[in-house]
């Protein structure tokens, strides 16, 4: 899978991109991740990108023509199909489901705002899916691009040392509930014990006993 991420702070990834899991898929060619300087395309004096906004109001905002015309460029760079998202607060909220419709595609250019926004013909002209990481604001689209590219990731075949991961993982159940409380070494600590339900070599109790903690666990956070 390929992703493209359009951004003003290319560097905020370097760490990003060269830690755990993400680096070694990407090491092995699992993962591909290309990151787009939007200054590159700027039009104006000192690669400015930004500029009031008609009619008044606060900030910046990012201008049609670098976006469009660089989302255009790196559309251009690879064949295959891509989805176009534009991180906004905005957007539709991130959630499992909506991450593994992501997974099936081979390509996602990402696109990061800053400063106020950006200029509405952006979305006129490339009608990118607009996605947000929850109700709140961001300084920018950086860290909901990374949180996209690892909750994907994660569903790409051979990318997890094990495949169930992923489909254990919460929010993956086909109802929705969050995943059971998990218990290691050693088996006690400062009084508190391991569930000797786990302990019994049972599966059927085990398997019984985790979709208990699971509804009880969903049901605490998220109510009846």
């Known amino acids: 899978m390929r992703f493209d991420v359009v951004t003003l702070f290319p560097e905020m990834f370097a760490g990003y991109l060269g830690e755990g899991l993400l680096s070694k898929a990407i090491s092995t060619g699992l993962i591909e991740v290309h990151l787009h300087f939007l200054r590159n395309w700027a039009t104006r004096k000192h690669q400015k990108v930004d500029d009031r906004p008609y009619g008044g109001g606060p900030g910046m905002l990012l201008q049609v023509e670098p976006v469009v015309t660089c989302v255009e460029s790196v559309l251009a760079l690879d064949a295959r199909p891509a989805d176009l998202i534009l991180l906004s607060p905005q957007g539709e909220r991130l959630r499992q489901p909506l991450v593994e419709q992501l997974a099936t595609s081979p390509r996602m250019v990402l696109i990061c705002g800053r400063y106020e926004g950006f200029d509405h013909r952006i979305i006129e002209i490339l009608k990118p899916r607009q996605i947000s990481l929850g109700d709140f604001v961001l300084n920018g689209g950086e860290v909901a691009a990374m949180a996209i590219i690892d909750a994907v990731m994660r569903l790409v075949p051979g990318t997890l040392g094990d ?30 014990q391991v569930p000797d339900v786990l302990l019994n070599g049972h599966h059927e109790d085990i398997e019984k006993w985790r979709a208990e903690q699971s509804r009880l666990r969903t049901k605490e956070v998220h109510g009846p």
């Open 163 to 192: 495949e169930q991961s992923a489909r254990l993982d919460s929010f993956s159940f086909d109802d929705g509930t969050l995943e059971y409380p998990q218990y290691t070494r050693p088996r006690e600590f400062r009084g508190h």
